[in-house]
């Protein structure tokens, strides 16, 4: 081998050796994995840690991973709803007292239960028997009595028809509506009693246009306590009145 031939030789060689520790080994080249050997890392679906780990954040994985999260942000809602209902409760009855009992109970088996949403309701609902009475209306009397108290407003106004009487009545408003009882009967039925303090002006006349009791000219102050009930296992929302009772 002449010298210029060798110095090639050499040179393709180096330039190889170079190739090689730039570019790597071929898949042929590399070692065969041991699928069952000390070094095998089964995929279980896990999040793999890489070092420094310390800056690796572990995702949750199973549904119950969520599921746990859901349940721990009902759990805090109930709370607050609670703490919110004691609150609630505590604007209306004295803290240990019958009432606030009563209302608790209420609260406790009707999630829907709303103390202030009630007197409101019962408000407005007292307005309209007292109007629907005077003007002898039955089918929303129906609507909002229960079928004891119903007959009885239906009697009267039978009897006033009988008579030909007519009732003439304003309503002027309500100027108080407070919790007296509240409570639960038989596990599912509550019951709410209620004093109202109303203006009215009210008068009936006979066929002649008569005055035979009250005075079409004077605000008259009527205060009445009504009872209203409602099944808490119901779909339906309403509150029926079951007793009325008359404190002036």
């Known amino acids: 081998m002449d010298p210029v ?7 393709a060689i180096i330039v190889g050796l170079k190739l090689r520790s730039v570019l790597g080994q071929s898949d042929d080249d590399r070692p065969p994995m041991d699928g069952y ?3 095998k890392h089964h995929d279980t679906g896990a999040p793999k840690e890489r070092d420094g780990g310390d800056n690796v954040v572990t995702l949750p994985t199973r549904n119950t991973d969520v599921q746990s999260g859901y349940q721990q942000a009902r759990q805090g809602q109930e709370a607050r709803k609670a ?3 004691v609150e609630q409760i505590s604007k209306y009855a ?8 009563g209302l608790s109970e209420i609260a406790k088996a009707d999630r829907r239960f709303d103390p202030e949403r009630f007197l409101e309701g019962a408000k407005t609902a007292y307005e309209m028997i007292v109007m629907a009475f005077a003007e002898g209306n039955r089918k929303l009397l129906k609507q909002l009595l229960a079928k004891e108290v119903y007959e009885g407003f239906a009697s009267a106004i039978d009897a006033r028809e009988k008579k030909k009487l ?3 009545s304003s309503f002027v408003g309500i100027d108080s509506a407070e ?3 509240a409570g639960m009967r038989s596990g599912r039925t509550a019951r709410i009693t209620v004093k109202f303090v109303s203006s009215l002006i009210t008068a009936t006349h006979d066929r002649a246009g008569n005055v035979v009791e009250g005075d079409p000219k004077k605000v008259r102050e009527v205060t009445d306590i009504w009872t209203f009930s409602r099944e808490t296992n119901s779909r339906d929302p309403n509150w029926k009145l079951v007793a009325t009772e008359s404190a002036s």
Do not use: Q, W
């Open 5 to 11: 031939t060798l110095i090639f030789l050499v040179v």
């Open 37 to 39: 050997g000390p070094n």
């Open 83 to 85: 703490v919110n209902m």
């Open 94 to 101: 004295t803290k240990g007292s019958a009432l606030e009992k």
């Open 166 to 168: 007519i009732v003439d």
């Open 179 to 181: 919790f007296v009882s």
